[in-house]
């Protein structure tokens, strides 16, 4: 069983930055690929960023590449996200999520493992 955790959401104006941090606990997996996904009341949960279990590849949603990084520790099983000149439309509750084997996807639903969620609000 593996446990998420994110932290770090917030209020911040357009333009501001944002570090989003997912700890995991309880059993890991030796690979394993994790994943950002957000939310909106009443849309479906959509990719934002991904990177495979030795952190040597990344994926991004064309809406936020360039403006945000995803990035792995290991050895800290934490994996974070820098969300940078942050825009109205990023608003959403974003999930940290993992899913067990070496191969990254950007479908919420190839990812068995969730955090609750922490709120990201970017006022214009």
């Known amino acids: 069983q593996v446990q998420l955790e994110e932290s770090g959401g917030g209020l911040v104006q357009a333009g501001g930055s944002l570090r989003l941090s997912c700890a995991e606990s309880?059993?890991?997996?030796?690979?394993?690929?994790m994943g950002w996904f957000r939310q909106t009341p009443g849309k479906e949960r959509e990719f934002v960023a991904a990177?495979?279990?030795?952190?040597?590849?990344?994926y991004y949603a064309d809406s936020v590449k360039g403006r945000f990084t995803i990035s792995r520790d290991s050895a800290k099983k934490t994996v974070l996200l820098q969300m940078n000149s942050l825009k109205p439309e990023d608003t959403a509750v974003y999930y940290c999520?993992?899913?067990?084997?070496?191969?990254?996807?950007?479908?919420?639903?190839?990812?068995?493992?969730w955090g609750q969620g922490t709120q990201v609000s970017v006022s214009s």
């Open positions: 309880g059993r890991t997996f030796t690979t394993y690929a």
């Open positions: 990177i495979n279990w030795s952190g040597s590849s990344t």
């Open positions: 999520a993992a899913r067990s084997g070496p191969v990254v996807t950007t479908y919420h639903t190839d990812y068995r493992y």
